[in-house]
């Protein structure tokens, strides 16, 4: 074993029997108040007394290119020695230490164009890379070789480059984009640019923005949900517009203002017509925006990113039609995220409120029966995720992608006799499998179908000349005892991190849809989260978090952000002021150690954190 062996994070413990000589990402010491090296001083000492670059791995556990990174090269003895002839080699977890992961993936995507994890930086004993990229074959290690040599012939010339390069990237992390005064902006400016940018990349036919790869977005769906109710313009106010001859210059042009209608060199008599003109338009835009979030949560919710067997959401789909759950050769594929459930239960409650459609209750009821089973810890916190990745049986030695979720068309008949042909008509399952090859680089999933509702209820109803009601109740029970079925599968790893940003979007996310849907169980979910982060990851004497459960990693911004977030739903929900109270004691913290009292905002990291 390596000195992976005694950490915390199950990312970090996959890799503590790997021959190559990893060194962890710690803190020198955490009780000083001094700025220390988040390295660890013995991996930087050894770099510099031996003038060794630094090979620096961050993933994370259910990443399946990781795994297949790891299988094929940190498992490798031949390719471990020459990690530990040449190189340093510090393996992070990306969910632990998002900073380290945020800096050096700009370099990454800045370098080649693309980011992804496993990712790969070559830095030099100061830290500044001069290297790097995502998955990395075996070949390619042996054929980047030549990376070495050219730290050994021209390391001057490296040294300087990489300085000038990350200064740059630095110095655009730190660069504002305006000097213009938030006074002189109107308030729906820049949200009208980003709809106006969004809606030309709309996919009409399949949901979602843009062509593959698909990612279901919730920040953007968010956004576009708060468009809508921003912009949604009463009826009675542009029937007044369009009928009325009495409506004062002052009401009118403080309505244009409110809907961000610009009225500048605009004559007083045409001043009404030109502010209808301007609110119909915010109207219609209002409405799109809606219509663009409630057919992609459709599409999504019909598509093979959502488990219709076992409930919740894959992270990503590969195609433009949201089949296969994954998102291209060198990123990710089944593993389900708790943040990704989180944050598309937060957008399907607003659309089941807004909508008024039970299908959206029906998906959000399947999103917190998921977390509630799969995700929960005893104890009431909930774990991070669940692996891309399982064995096909309890026989095999290798786990496969996919291999809990996914079913061959002899299965399907077998399980489901009489009731095959229309199961597999709605989910589209065929003889040969539906998953496109070229998403399959492993072979692994030949003759493999996802789940995909590849035909309404109506349709099946209609090609097998029987009611909605019947396709329903047929399609529920083949479910379950598929369900069944996949209890008998070797299980997918699942990362029992827990960490509080992404604990306080399911807060939030639970409360919110408790409040608005009337689902107790989802807000006594919330508050058993909330209570279990307050008992043990919360410092009373300092008021301060600790990001990951049984660690001593102090929390970064997004933990105190999506904490308070969460609490506010829940004082909305459970009106208990002790939720509201804690949450103006984060955000004091919060204000204390990240607000950048220069420039405004506040940092991710801790205020000078490199």
Known sequence: MNRLKDEKSPYLLQHKNNPVDWFEFALVDLKSTQTTYPWGSEALKLAKDFDKPILLSVGYSTCHWCHVMA??????????????????????????????????????????????????????????????????????????????????????????ASSDDFEKLRDASRSISSTKSIDDISPLAIPSKTYAELAKTFDSTYGGFGDAPKFPTPVVLNFLLTYYYATKIPAETLKKFESSKSISPFKMTKIALKYGVNCDNTNSDELQTHIFRGLKNRAEESQEALNMVDFTMKKISAGGIHDHVGSGFHRYSV??????????????????????????????????????????????????????????????????????????????????????????????????????????????????GNINSQFDPHDELLEKNILMERHTIEETADKFDTNIFVVQSTIAKCLEQLWNIRQTRPKPHRDDKIM???????????????????????????????????????????????????????????????????????????????????????????????????????????????
């Open 71 to 160: 299988h094929e090269s940190f498992e490798n003895a031949d390719i471990a020695n020459l990690m530990n002839k040449y190189f340093v080699n510090i393996k992070v977890d990306r969910e632990e230490r998002p900073t380290v992961d945020r800096m050096y993936m700009s370099y990454v995507q800045a370098l080649t164009g693309h980011g992804g994890w496993p990712m790969t930086v070559l830095l030099t004993p100061d830290l500044k890379p001069f290297f790097g990229g995502t998955y990395f074959a075996p070949v390619a290690k042996y054929d980047d070789i030549n990376e070495i040599n050219r730290w050994i012939e021209s390391k001057e010339e490296i040294l300087k």
């Open 319 to 432: 195609d433009r039609t949201w089949l296969v759950p994954q998102f291209s050769l060198i990123m990710l594929f089944f593993e389900k995220m708790l943040y990704d459930q989180a944050q598309l239960l937060s957008v399907y409650a607003d659309l089941a409120i807004i909508t008024k459609n039970q299908d959206y209750v029906n998906v959000c009821n399947d999103i917190i029966k998921y977390l509630q089973r799969d995700l929960k810890d005893s104890n009431g916190a909930f774990y991070s995720a669940e692996d891309a990745d399982s064995k096909p049986d309890f026989d095999s030695a290798q786990s496969k992608e996919g291999a809990f979720a996914v079913w061959e068309a002899k299965e399907i008949d077998e399980a489901l006799r009489l009731d095959a042909p229309l199961f597999r008509y709605h989910f589209g399952v065929n003889p040969g």
């Open 500 to 610: 509080v940003a992404w604990n306080g979007l399911v807060i939030s996310a639970l409360a919110k849809t408790g409040r608005c849907l009337n689902i107790q169980a989802a807000k006594t979910l919330a508050v058993n989260s909330a209570t279990f982060i307050r008992a043990n990851m919360y410092n009373l004497e300092t008021k301060t978090l600790t990001r990951v459960y049984g660690t001593q990693i102090p929390a970064y911004a997004d933990d105190y952000a999506f904490l308070i977030d969460g609490l506010i739903e829940l004082f909305q929900s459970t009106h208990d002021e002790v939720w509201i109270q804690w949450a103006s004691e984060l955000q004091d913290t919060m204000d204390s150690l990240f607000w950048d009292a220069e420039n405004g905002g506040y940092f991710t990291g801790m205020k000078g954190e490199e």
